[in-house]
């Protein structure tokens, strides 16, 4: 199996996952029970329960509402940008922008980094010498500058939206809330 949302790395909506079922398991009990994954289950047919035997391919496997148009048109165009560009050049381009995330926030004092060699390119974690102050995350998000606190750090994961502006930014907005 592999699983997937698309909300995420891959630029899709929110409720869109995706998933891979080996042939060897796609002959197994579903966790949900949907009309959709069984053979001949209809609301516009005649008979409405002709067939409840499972499909016999993965669609058995498949979520209720999966019909949800627009959202599958939103995972399937963020996918193939995300394609297009290539993981090797996303991994790069966030890279630079943690490289520059990383090297304006190293001379500021109570914020601990950890070496280059130790972190993936496209997240950075910051630590606090006196612990991450309580109120940092409202302090950000009150200048509209939005990272995520996680177990006394602060994480940082610029993707393809952001750009050197964004860097600075955060940058400007950090120092004066570390002030």
């Known amino acids: 199996f592999v699983c997937f949302p698309t909300y995420k790395w891959l630029l ?3 409720g869109r996952a995706f998933v891979y079922v080996a ?5 197994g009990v579903p966790l949900e029970q949907t009309a959709i994954g069984r053979k001949a289950v209809r609301a516009e047919a005649p008979v409405y329960f002709a067939d409840t035997s499972y499909r016999d391919d993965a669609r058995r496997y498949d979520m209720g509402e999966r019909d949800h148009f627009i959202s599958m048109e939103m995972a399937a165009v963020a996918m193939e940008m995300v394609a297009d560009w290539g993981p090797a050049a996303l991994g790069a381009y966030s890279a630079a922008l943690t490289g520059r995330l990383a090297a304006g926030l190293a001379d500021l004092p109570g914020i ?3 070496p280059a060699a130790d972190r993936a390119g496209h997240l950075l974690c910051l630590g606090f010498t006196d ?3 309580a109120d940092l995350p409202v302090r950000l998000a009150a ?3 939005f990272a995520a606190p996680r177990l006394g750090r602060l994480r940082l994961s610029p993707h393809a939206y952001n750009d050197e502006t964004d860097v600075a930014r955060f940058l400007d907005v950090m120092r004066g809330v570390m002030a």
Do not use: F
């Open 23 to 27: 042939r060897r398991h796609q002959h």
């Open 12 to 14: 899709g909506p929110y």
């Open 112 to 114: 601990e980094l950890l």
């Open 131 to 133: 612990g991450m102050p």
């Open 143 to 145: 200048a509209d500058v």
